[in-house]
């Protein structure tokens, strides 16, 4: 496409008073051409200032036709995307990429990933969400004479009993959240378990854990926010 030209009315005291610059969308850089009023060396490289991602570059140190070129170096301007139709762009190495595995559908608004997604703060979700298998992953808590249970990294957790322990209160439990505790006896057994008062159990008696050495117990919550309502089932293995 031939560059803008600006005629010399267009131009008043060194400046450009007004240009009609075509800026659609597909090309990668426009070039504006002064016809008059420029004879001074380097003339439109002093006036016009190149902002982030953008280069400024001239021809013609002097004369009538210095020409000055505005080209994007990046941040998102212009460029081919990578991939096929309806694929999510990326940056790969510094250029536009697509995936088949993660795709937009405008027309239907359906956002498609095939391959594993990982989130590692939260997400709301307004409407229903479907999955063949679910999983927030085993979080192992540490054994201690308090053993602490930091429900946002996983939803299901176990520990093995060294000793007498207790159960600390839960920290980042959310209104309406499913949590499960997998108790275990070491190999020596006889340990015991207390739970804070944040745990409340059908009436409103603490279970007793099973003492048989490698015994399992399992301990299923669900949280309205600030306390954690449980279910107890023993002696599993």
Same mark, same amino acid.
């Given at each position: 496409?031939?560059?803008?030209?600006?005629?010399?009315?267009?131009?008043?005291?060194?400046?450009?008073?007004?240009?009609?610059?075509?800026?659609?969308?597909?090309?990668?850089?426009?070039?504006?051409?002064?016809?008059?009023?420029?004879?001074?060396?380097?003339?439109?490289?002093?006036?016009?200032?190149?902002?982030?991602?953008?280069?400024?570059?001239?021809?013609?140190?002097?004369?009538?036709?210095?020409?000055?070129?505005?080209?994007?170096?990046?941040?998102?301007?212009?460029?081919?995307?990578?991939?096929?139709?309806?694929?999510? @762009?990326?940056?790969?190495?510094?250029?536009?990429?697509?995936?088949?595995?993660?795709?937009?559908?405008?027309?239907?608004?359906?956002?498609? /990933?095939?391959?594993?997604?990982?989130?590692?703060?939260?997400?709301?979700?307004?409407?229903?969400?479907?999955?063949? /298998?679910?999983?927030?992953?085993?979080?192992?808590?540490?054994?201690?004479?308090?053993?602490?249970?930091?429900?946002? @990294?996983?939803?299901?957790?176990?520990?093995?009993?060294?000793?007498?322990?207790?159960?600390?209160?839960?920290?980042?439990?959310?209104?309406?959240?499913?949590?499960?505790?997998?108790?275990? @006896?070491?190999?020596?057994?006889?340990?015991?378990?207390?739970?804070?008062?944040?745990?409340?159990?059908?009436?409103?008696?603490?279970?007793?854990?099973? /003492?048989?050495?490698?015994?399992?117990?399992? /301990?299923?919550?669900?949280?309205?926010?600030?306390?954690?309502?449980?279910?107890?089932?023993?002696?599993?293995?």
């Amino acid at each position: 496409m031939p560059p803008t030209q600006l005629r010399g009315e267009q131009i008043a005291d060194g400046t450009i008073d007004s240009a009609d610059i075509d800026d659609s969308l597909e090309k990668e850089f426009t070039k504006v051409r002064v016809s008059t009023d420029d004879l001074t060396p380097n003339f439109l490289s002093t006036k016009i200032v190149a902002g982030a991602n953008v280069t400024v570059s001239t021809t013609g140190a002097s004369g009538s036709n210095q020409t000055l070129t505005i080209a994007s170096t990046g941040g998102g301007g212009g460029g081919v995307p990578g991939g096929a139709d309806k694929q999510v @762009q990326f940056n790969n190495a510094g250029a536009f990429g697509g995936d088949s595995s993660f795709t937009f559908d405008n027309a239907t608004d359906v956002l498609t /990933v095939s391959g594993s997604l990982i989130v590692t703060g939260s997400v709301n979700i307004t409407n229903n969400v479907s999955a063949k /298998v679910f999983s927030s992953g085993l979080v192992s808590l540490t054994d201690a004479t308090n053993i602490s249970w930091d429900l946002s @990294q996983g939803s299901t957790a176990q520990v093995t009993l060294g000793g007498g322990r207790t159960l600390s209160a839960p920290t980042n439990q959310i209104a309406g959240g499913t949590y499960t505790l997998i108790i275990k @006896q070491d190999a020596t057994g006889s340990r015991t378990l207390a739970f804070n008062s944040i745990y409340k159990f059908p009436g409103a008696t603490d279970p007793i854990v099973s /003492v048989t050495a490698n015994a399992i117990d399992i /301990v299923g919550f669900i949280s309205d926010g600030t306390t954690m309502y449980g279910t107890f089932a023993q002696s599993f293995g």
